[in-house]
């Protein structure tokens, strides 16, 4: 980039995101070696994903309504990769937009994801990796479910949080698949060592809506490299500031809104109640 010399990075990064749609935006300029690599410089990685709390309704309240509504009748019938018709769909949220997550169920939702914590082999939480691969290994520093948000609609979200290294195809979705599924009493805790195990397991994948990069980190890039210009947007400064505000009004309101118009979650639940085979969970004990 050939910044003029008497225009500054600010004036640069205002200028360009004058141009840009508002859901696009850059955030910061900093100067950096000439063979920096985002992807390959950062130690470590934060993502974000956030789903309704509806989703850790009881199985068996969620089946109810399901019955309720007529779409459990010949569930194989319905094409699955776009099970609910928009005005289904839009009933379901209508009946669950209200329900809060009980403190069982956030704590459950707790014990279950720190269970991932550490090094693992994720074979059964991607596709065509086993375990005696050594790239199915991953280094999880930490799972953490965050404060619930409620959306301008009325539904309560809830955000989680992980870090790692780095991570596989659809592992995190995954991951968060299973580990709803315990935390709403579909499948056993025992099932998470299991799925962790080198034994094969099928798994679903939760919807791609609630996932997204929260932050990168560059902590030793920056001691060894721009010790000078940081890569740091996590302590406190004005572009931390655009972070968070761009996050908040952009990104996690996209996500909120989408669940409204498409209902992806409420499909979800109902691939997981009417198709997703739940004796693969029980299949791996045996």
Do not use: C
């Not at 955030?27 to 070696?33: A, K, N």
């Not at 956030?50 to 309240?61: D, Q």
């Not at 914590?117 to 479910?145: L, P």
């Not at 919807?207 to 060894?224: E, I, K, T």
């Amino acid at each position: 980039l050939a910044v003029p010399p008497d225009n500054t990075l600010d004036m640069i990064r205002e200028n360009v995101n004058s141009h840009l749609p508002d859901d696009i935006a850059i955030l910061d300029i900093v100067r950096t070696t000439r063979s920096f690599n985002a992807k390959n410089a950062r130690e470590k990685v934060r993502y974000q994903y956030m789903f309704p709390s509806f989703m850790l309704k009881e199985p068996e309240s969620i089946q109810q309504l399901f019955q309720q509504q007529g779409l459990a009748d010949n569930p194989q019938d319905r094409d699955f990769r776009d099970p609910l018709t928009q005005e289904e769909a839009n009933t379901l949220i209508s009946s669950l937009k209200d329900y809060r997550a009980h403190p069982e169920n956030m704590n459950r939702l707790r014990e279950v994801l720190s269970a991932y914590k550490g090094t693992h082999s994720f074979h059964n939480f991607t596709s065509g990796k086993t375990s005696d691969d050594a790239s199915s290994a991953r280094y999880i520093m930490s799972f953490e479910v965050l404060d619930p948000l409620v959306s301008a609609d009325g539904m309560e979200w809830i955000p989680t949080q992980v870090v790692g290294q780095s991570f596989l195809l659809h592992q995190i979705r995954k991951m968060m698949s299973l580990a709803i599924d315990v935390a709403r009493g579909s499948a056993e805790l025992s099932t998470m060592t299991e799925a962790l195990s080198p034994k094969p397991m099928r798994l679903s994948i939760a919807p791609a809506q609630g996932l997204f990069l929260d932050m990168s980190f560059f902590a030793q890039y920056n001691r060894r490299v721009n010790k000078e210009l940081q890569l740091d947007w996590v302590t406190e400064s004005p572009a931390h500031k655009r972070w968070k505000e761009f996050k908040s009004t952009m990104v996690v309101k996209h996500i909120m809104q989408e669940e409204s118009r498409l209902g992806n979650f409420v499909k979800y639940l109902f691939m997981q109640e009417y198709v997703f085979d739940k004796e693969q969970y029980n299949k791996s004990q045996k």
